[in-house]
Nanobody
């Protein structure tokens, strides 16, 4: 099994930045691709970003391209989501997720393990 724990959420003003972390345990970190998702109250969960097993490929939803950067440090068993130029519409609970085998991880599909989520609130 894989355990994922998100951290780094909080309250920030529009235009500000936050860095979310996803600490993993239970399996070799490099064994899985990592994705980030978010869900606002009353809305469906949406895919935000994904990174390949070795970190060589990254993918982003159109809504965050140019503002968010996904990365990973396999030596630290941790994934990251750097969020810049935050907007009120970015407000949501953010989740990290992992998949060992999904061929469509970059589309936000096939994730097997999920963290508990961390709240990000962006004020106007």
């Amino acid at each position: 099994q894989v355990q994922l724990v998100e951290s780094g959420g909080g309250l920030v003003q529009a235009g500000g930045s936050l860095r979310l972390s996803c600490a993993a345990s239970g399996r070799t970190f490099s064994s899985y691709a990592v994705g980030w998702f978010r869900q606002a109250p009353g809305k469906e969960r949406e895919f935000v970003a994904a990174i390949s097993w070795g970190g060589g490929s990254t993918y982003y939803a159109d809504s965050v391209k140019g503002r968010f950067t996904i990365s990973r440090d396999n030596a630290k068993n941790t994934g990251y989501l750097q969020m810049n130029s935050l907007k009120p519409e970015d407000t949501a609970v953010y989740y990290c997720a992992a998949t060992f085998t999904s061929a469509t991880y970059y589309k936000g599909k096939g994730y097997d393990y999920w963290g508990q989520g961390t709240q990000v609130t962006v004020s106007s």
